[in-house]
């Protein structure tokens, strides 16, 4: 049995940033499987819906035990959005909120840094093995209401759907949450 490993998940930390999007649906989803094998534990991986008007993608940063991907806005600014998936995250400085349209089994936080002129918020997706941090970094001016167009960009995929896609796609064997444990 052949396993995705460390090698595979380090190869695109090592050259800087990934330049596949990780989008929900995708035909081609290894940006979305090197996610996946990043950090084992999770079983839910973030992934991109569908972009608002004036967002875009800038890259990802995939390396053992964590995962991150950056959204540009043309009103919000560069680097606008910054979603890491973790293991764990601490929300001891963060207020759980009740999220609209929310997915199951996923407790939202959010700890607010500083507010409009300069809209700055962190918000913590918690999940069986894992956790999506949302670091909202405005440019000064831009609209706190920017984040809602954000949040409507973002979606998850679970692990064990990437587990099977791995398999059919490339033969190799996702490790992990929902699927055999990861060697070592």
């Known amino acids: 049995m052949v396993s995705l490993g460390a090698a595979a998940v380090l190869a695109p930390a090592c050259g800087g940033l990934y330049p596949q999007e990780p989008t929900c649906g995708a035909k081609n989803t290894s940006a979305l499987i090197l996610t996946a094998q990043a950090v ?5 991986v973030p992934c991109i819906a569908e972009f608002p008007s004036g967002w875009s993608y800038d ?14 806005s043309d009103r919000a600014g560069f680097h606008a959005l910054e979603i890491t998936l973790t293991e764990a995250c601490d929300v001891s400085n963060a207020i759980e909120v009740t999220a609209a349209g929310g997915v199951p089994g996923v407790r939202v936080y ?14 913590y997706l918690r999940f069986p093995g894992g956790c999506v941090t949302n670091q909202f970094r405005f440019a000064t ?3 706190a209401t920017l984040a809602l167009e954000a949040e409507q960009a973002l979606s998850f995929v679970s692990r064990s759907v990437l587990v099977k896609q791995a398999k059919e796609e490339t033969g190799l064997i996702l490790c992990g949450a929902e699927a055999p444990p990861c060697p070592g």
């Open 110 to 123: 959010e700890e607010p840094i500083s507010l409009p002129p300069t809209f700055r918020v962190n918000r």
């Open 40 to 44: 084992p534990s999770a079983t839910l």
């Open 59 to 72: 890259g990802s940063r995939i390396g053992s035990g964590s995962a991150q991907f950056f959204l540009n």
């Open 141 to 143: 001016g831009a609209s």
